[in-house]
């Protein structure tokens, strides 16, 4: 198992280093030179020139591109010139808002999926089987920035029971923090809820149909049993690779639904910055987001040696 | 009163019939045999007995077991049976284990359920039948996994859970049909200690008529989801009294007619055709962390013979021997590690497939499953016509046709035929239609890799007829990969047993298996399951 | 000897249809597809309104029977909008997927077929590609090299190459030791005839399945983008552009973003049924009951 993990591990680092070199490498082609952009239009090319020293873009690409890899080992990102501020700290003031928003989003997501999805697989072919699946059918096909317009418009501008957009920040307790995510996450969750009742539902199917299930069958064991002891287990490969996707789906989808609610989070942050052509920070967002989906990659790995006594043998 | 009394059962799934009014009894210890082509029924009048059909299925009739009406049952009676007084062992093993549980837990999950004791009485249960099976717990851990086992410790595991709790019946579905013949007799030894031990019933059923001959005190016969005939097993089969029976008994008995077997002249002393000069082939082991792998696996080890022209040769062997992967090398599907091998004295190693085409021209393949030859979409035409695709000069399209429709004539097979599609034949039509795409380039060797196992009896005899008469008519050499001793001695002149990699043993075909010296070819020889010794074996016991 | 009655593929196209016809998810995903195919289609000669027209006495007016969807805010009839719309929505979809299509069922076939390294560097491509989230990386690209419908087709279509080459990699890996295959490579075929004569024809269901399952994804994307300004630009319309122009208007005219939203909505959904049939009809693998 040590080994498989490793192995993962390795094939982990390898995208992260590529990755790397095409954020690197895509941030180089483009126009604009970050010293002009931060010192203004008025600025005298002489003191351009002494900031570009300063900033060592007058190296050599592969010298420039270590600095950089060399930068965000110890923690450094580089600094926004938009908002003049490094920009590790602009990315956890702004993670304190995006990560409790995909978390609760998956969180959300889950404990709605798996419930739905086994009921559904359990009642196979009854009407509450193609009820639930033919809701999901929709869910899968709403957009979630419509769905949270809707959602604004019912619950916010309509019932006026929660806040339409913005966010007071954690400050203030933890309550208004809740509140201002409670429309968001909802938003994003339901459509991720549908696919991953889905994806559940079809892999016990699928597991439902094996030669185990009806071993376990004639062992004398009743459906209901089958189901929780035989089949779910078998069923968490696909749930946890979705699962593992969605997470990484959810770190992005942010970008939208931020926008839609006016959230200060990490998607408004990259978003803006890519608008207004800030690409240190642009730089620093994307590599920390590709580095938390190999992340998420090898923790959906271990989940599956955990699961599955087959992978634990490699 | 019997212990399984069957009237009048009818089974349908959706609309189609599948059965028609089975009426069977199993007494009480008694070892009843159940024997049918596939399709017949007989694993849906098990399953019936179970009650775990299909979902769209509708029983009519009668069936008790041990007095109780199963069919009324409801779904929580039937779970206090099932794994309690009737146990069931399937065919598959690779697939019959929950690949995440440790098989321990599998074995005392029913000890549990059904008997209410405590985790660790329940286990220590599992351990006595896990020994009983042959899976003593010094070697076998009651923390195994499925994967780390052997197929054929795997279907141990399966009759430890189905026997766990001394049922009165045990129903065993083919529960030998994937394993090779030297696991199948062990499994099938098993089976038989364990119901006289414990006094079960055994509803046996199997396609083989030689493996129920050995095992049954009763015989049923089975097709089209009727039962045709009953009775005791010698009795039923040498009086063979419905013509099924005799249709049946013959063709697994059956020797096709070789007009110059043994009589061929050796050709050693001439060009072999084929000759096989000292071919290894290693796999490189599994990768176990960045530099490190397994040991290599050497599938081939060494291995040299020669074949002359006409020659027909049985490769044999237990499954894993490596006899397909000779088979592949021999065809230049798969390169060997080292060695040579040479078709007409020429090598056929490392060419391009461009220079391989006039070697490929005289070497031909027919494979096993005849649902599996060919690609679904394509027209017979088109599938037989495949091979022309060697010739230097491509025929035009009259002249395709008219090969075609002479290979498809050579086989039995109607030249207006192929305009069809391969579903619309059956399994022996497929597997002739297979052999004219290997006869249409007018090969010298056809390399054949159990071309018969995955047929019906009364279809393998016509098929054994087949490749015996293109044998005898067009001088075509046959390399003949097989576990089927009967087949091999119906239709070969010369034999090679191999095991491990290595060929052991090899001769006159009728030498070697009526008097094998090696220990590998001795194991294949007994365990082979014969009709003809069954029944000389059972008539003796009978008196 | 087989105790699971598992359906076959279908045999030929008229048991196709048969098999398919017989498929809920399939007649309505397929009657959904055809509605907005031809509402597409009927949008090129004739919309209830000339949406090029702008009407500013009527803006913003509500559902009537003039204005079945109402108007938005140059006094444009929505339903027209949103005929027009679709065209934008389903080109840029339908193109992204050839995209994908295009390149990424040769790659996966090619990788399938030689394996060793050059499978493990298409392996690679897709982890490196899969690490990006694709809707940043769409954001980047369409931001970067400026807005509009080609580079949103550019920007979805990068990321249906892997996901083609997956499907057909895995597809293709599994027919290679099929008997069939092994009796072409005796026949002295090479890899790309093989792959031409058996491969490709065997996968295609699969991929025919995967393609509506990424057009689905394709309008659902390209809808997000417009949502940002970074699709489709005025004067063209799509969807998502509705929406965009929608958004800041919600709270006195919510039929704006309503009507687009649920074109999206229908138009996902019929194309996902679709999808769902066609597997029912041509993977019969996942109806086997028991």
């Known amino acids: 198992m040590i080994a498989f993990l490793l192995r993962r591990a390795g094939i982990g680092l390898l995208t992260l280093v590529l990755a790397s070199i095409v954020v690197f490498s895509v941030m180089e082609i483009l126009p604009g030179d970050p010293a002009r952009l931060m010192l203004g239009m008025n600025a005298t090319p002489e003191a351009v020139e002494s900031l570009r020293n300063q900033m060592g873009l007058n190296q050599p690409v592969p010298i420039r591109y270590l600095d950089w890899i060399g930068g965000l080992l110890v923690g450094d990102f580089g600094r926004s010139y938009t908002y003049s501020s490094p920009v590790i700290d602009l990315i956890a003031e702004r993670a304190s808002v995006s990560l409790p928003l995909a978390l609760i989003s998956l969180a959300l997501s889950t404990a709605i999926a798996i419930p739905v999805g086994l009921f559904a697989a359990s009642r196979r072919g009854r009407v509450s089987d193609t009820l639930s ?40 307790g933890i309550w208004p923090g809740v509140r201002a995510l409670v429309l968001p996450s909802v938003a994003l969750a339901l459509p991720q809820a549908a696919i991953l009742a889905r994806v559940t539902r079809s892999a016990l199917l699928e597991v439902l149909g094996e030669d185990y299930i009806r071993t376990a069958r004639a062992k004398g064991m009743p459906r209901r049993i089958v189901l929780w002891r035989h089949a779910l287990r078998n069923a968490m490969i696909p749930v946890l690779t ?22 200060p989070g990490l998607g408004r942050l990259i978003f803006q910055a890519i608008t207004q052509r800030d690409l240190i920070v642009v730089e620093g967002v994307v590599i920390l987001l590709v580095a938390t989906i190999v992340l998420i990659n090898i923790l959906v790995d271990v989940a599956y040696a955990i699961v599955d006594p087959r992978l634990r043998a490699r | 009163m ?9 089974l349908s799934i959706g609309d189609t019939p599948i059965l028609n009014g089975v009426d069977l009894t199993v007494d009480k210890g008694e070892i009843l045999g159940l024997v049918g082509e596939s399709g017949s029924g007989k694993s849906m009048t098990a399953l019936t007995l179970m009650r775990l059909l299909p979902q769209a ?70 351990r006595r039948m896990l020994d009983r099976v042959g899976l003593p717990e010094s070697r076998f851990p009651l923390t195994r996994y499925p994967h780390e086992l052997s197929g054929g410790q795997r279907q141990r595991v399966v009759i430890a859970i189905a026997c766990a709790l001394n049922p009165k019946l045990l129903i065993a579905d083919e529960p030998t049909t994937a394993l090779d013949v030297v696991l199948q007799k062990q499994i099938l030894d098993l089976l038989k200690d364990l119901v006289d031990e414990r006094g079960m019933g055994l509803l046996l059923i199997s396609h083989d008529l030689a493996v129920v001959t050995e095992m049954a005190d009763r015989v049923a016969i089975m097709r089209r989801g009727e039962i045709l005939e009953t009775g005791e097993t010698t009795r039923t089969l040498s009086e063979q009294v419905h013509p099924y029976t005799r249709q049946l008994a013959q063709a697994s008995m059956h020797v096709p007619q070789r007009t110059e077997k043994g009589a061929r002249p050796r050709t050693r002393a001439s060009s072999p055709l084929l000759s096989v000069e000292g071919v290894t082939r290693d796999y490189s082991g599994r990768r176990t962390g960045f530099l490190s792998r397994e040991r290599p696996f050497r599938a081939v080890d060494h291995v040299s013979f020669e074949m002359g022209r006409g020659q027909s040769v049985a490769l044999v062997g237990r499954s894993g021997c490596g006899k397909s992967t000779l088979a592949r090398m021999i065809l230049a599907l798969d390169a060997p590690t080292s060695g040579d091998i040479k078709l007409k004295g020429e090598t056929v190693i490392g060419r391009g497939e461009a220079e391989l085409r006039p070697l490929r021209r005289d070497m031909q393949v027919v494979f096993q499953d005849p649902y599996g030859s060919f690609n679904p979409r394509h027209t017979v035409e088109r599938l037989v016509a495949e091979p022309l695709h060697l010739l230097d000069e491509k025929p035009s399209p009259a002249d395709r046709r008219e090969r075609v429709a002479a290979a498809l004539r050579e086989v039995g097979l109607a030249p207006a035929d192929m305009a069809k599609y391969p579903h619309e034949f059956s399994g022996g039509q497929r597997q002739r239609l297979s052999i004219a795409r290997a006869l249409i380039t007018r090969p010298a060797l056809i390399v054949a890799d159990e071309p018969v196992s995955a047929l019906d009896v009364s279809i393998r005899a016509q098929i054994l007829d087949l490749f015996a008469e293109l044998n005898s008519r067009l001088g075509v050499a046959y390399l003949f990969i097989t576990h089927d001793l009967t087949v091999a001695r119906a239709i070969t002149d010369d034999v090679m047993v191999m095991h491990e990699g290595s060929i052991v043993e090899s001769g006159r075909t009728a030498d070697v298996l009526d008097n094998p010296r090696s220990e590998a070819a001795r194991a294949l020889v007994e365990a082979a399951p014969d009709l003809h010794r069954a029944m000389a074996r059972r008539l003796v016991q009978s008196g | 000897m087989s105790t699971v009655e598992v359906e076959a593929a279908p045999e030929s196209f008229g048991d196709f249809l048969r098999k398919a016809f017989a498929s809920r998810s399939f007649l309505i995903g397929f009657a959904i597809t055809l509605v907005v195919a031809a509402t597409a289609f009927v949008s090129l000669f004739w919309t209830p309104y000339d949406i090029t027209n702008l009407v500013v006495a009527d803006r913003m007016k509500p559902v009537s029977a003039e204005h079945w969807f109402g108007t938005d805010h140059f006094g444009r009839d929505i339903l027209s909008m949103i005929m027009v719309g679709s065209r934008t929505s389903i080109a840029v979809a339908i193109v992204a997927v050839v995209v994908g299509v295009g390149l990424g069922v040769p790659l996966g076939c090619w990788a399938a077929a030689r394996g060793g390294a050059v499978d493990d560097a298409l392996m690679r491509f897709n982890d490196l590609v899969f690490a990006f989230p694709a809707l940043l990386t769409a954001i980047m690209i369409t931001s970067i090299f400026g807005p509009g419908a080609v580079n949103a087709i550019i920007a979805i279509g990068i990321f249906n190459i892997p996901v083609f080459a997956r499907v057909a990699r895995a597809g293709a890996l599994a027919l290679w030791p099929r008997e069939y295959v092994l009796a072409a490579r005796a026949a002295g075929k090479n890899a790309a005839r093989i792959t031409v004569e058996h491969i490709l024809p065997n996968i295609t269901s699969m991929l025919l399945v995967q393609a509506t399952i990424q057009f689905a994804l394709g309008i659902l994307a390209e809808a997000s983008l417009s949502y940002l300004g970074l699709g489709a630009q005025p004067p063209m319309t799509s969807w998502g552009r509705m929406l965009f122009d929608a958004q800041t208007r919600m709270v006195v005219a919510p039929h704006l973003a309503l009507f687009p939203g649920m074109a999206i909505v229908v138009t996902v959904l019929g194309l996902n049924l679709l999808g769902d049939g066609l597997r029912d009809v041509l993977d019969p693998r996942l109806r086997r009951e028991r």
């Open chain 1, 133 to 172: 699946m033919g809701a999901a059918q929709v869910g899968v096909a709403i957009p979630n920035f419509w769905f949270a317009l809707i959602l604004v418009y019912v619950f916010a501008v309509w019932l006026r029971l929660l806040p339409a957009g913005g966010f007071p920040g954690w400050g203030g």
């Open chain 1, 242 to 263: 979705i699962m593992g996707l969605q997470f990484a789906f959810l770190l992005a989808g942010t970008i939208i639904i931020e926008n839609v609610f006016y959230l």
């Open chain 2, 2 to 10: 019997s212990l399984v009394e069957i009237e009048k059962l009818r």
């Open chain 2, 57 to 126: 299925s509708e029983t009519t009739g009668r069936v008790i077991f041990d007095g109780r009406d199963i069919l009324a049952a409801n779904e929580d009676e039937m779970c206090r049976l099932r794994g309690d007084e009737v146990g069931m062992v399937f065919q598959e093993p690779m697939t019959a284990l929950n690949p995440v549980h440790p098989i321990g837990r599998q074995v005392a999950e029913g000890i549990r359920w059904h008997t209410g004791s405590n985790r660790a009485d329940a286990e220590n249960a599992a």
